[in-house]
């Protein structure tokens, strides 16, 4: 629900600014979910808009100014990141401070 209620509301407001989208082919293994869209305006290449899913972890990143019009050259360029996500470990908020207030220690 999260990624189509993110892409959805950038897409809304990207259409709104005068931005067309384009769908790119993007495969990858590094997330279980991913969309990437070339974004242009008046028919020129302007910028991409990417999410992924990787584990219980979401990326969401407007790139503008600067872009990829190939779904492989962006693979390249965005491979180490998806990895460093899916390494990432982070502490539950609730279960850490449930531990610290009950003296039980942190998740």
């Known amino acids: 629900m999260t ?3 993110e892409t959805f509301g950038a897409s809304f407001g990207l259409h709104h600014s005068g931005l067309e ?3 790119l082919l993007l495969e990858t293994t590094l997330a279980s979910r991913a969309s990437l ?3 242009t305006q ?4 302007v910028g991409n808009l990417f999410y992924a899913t990787v584990g219980n972890k979401s990326m969401f990143t407007l790139f503008t100014g600067v872009y990829f019009e ?3 050259d ?3 360029f965005i491979a180490p ?3 460093q996500l899916r390494e990432y470990q982070h502490s539950d908020p609730i279960l850490t401070w449930a531990g610290n207030t ?3 220690g942190s998740d």
């Not at 008046?42 to 290449?45: A, K, M, Q, S, Y």
């Open 3 to 5: 990624s189509y209620a």
């Open 21 to 23: 989208q384009e769908d």
């Open 37 to 39: 869209k070339l974004l």
């Open 42 to 45: 008046d028919g020129e290449p």
């Open 70 to 72: 190939q779904a492989e």
């Open 74 to 76: 962006f693979k390249a």
């Open 81 to 83: 990141k998806l990895l």
């Open 102 to 104: 009950l003296g039980l």
